[in-house]
């Protein structure tokens, strides 16, 4: 477990523990729809946003993902490096041009 993943384990326990798995499923979803939300607000498709919000919802989806990790013992960092190097492999020549309004 990475350091990140110890810090939303020692502050679960403190709380009491972890949810059951479709608790923390349905935790996840919850925070990628207000992930979805903010994006949409963002991108001037519903109101104003702000990427400090933003942010705060992407660590709050991060932060869900952790939780169902912890539960089954894997290295949320572990897994996405095994996902870069899938999308790698497999993606390599699907994707077009990187989009210019990304800041890196």
């Avoid at 110890?6 to 608790?23: M, N, T």
């Avoid at 607000?41 to 992407?58: D, T």
């Avoid at 912890?70 to 572990?78: A, E, F, R």
């Amino acid at each position: 477990m990475n350091e990140h993943q110890e810090k939303v384990d020692r502050l679960v326990r403190e709380f009491g523990g972890y949810w059951g798995p479709f608790e923390m499923l349905a935790a996840l979803m919850e925070e990628v729809g207000e992930l979805a939300d903010e994006l949409l607000k963002v991108e001037g498709v519903k109101g104003a946003g702000e990427k400090e919000r933003l942010e705060e919802e992407i660590g709050d989806v991060v932060f869900a993902l952790a939780c169902i990790a912890n539960y089954y013992g894997v290295d949320l960092l572990n897994a996405l490096e095994k996902s870069v190097n899938k999308y790698q492999v497999r993606d390599k020549n699907r994707w077009g041009e990187p989009d210019e309004d990304i800041e890196g």
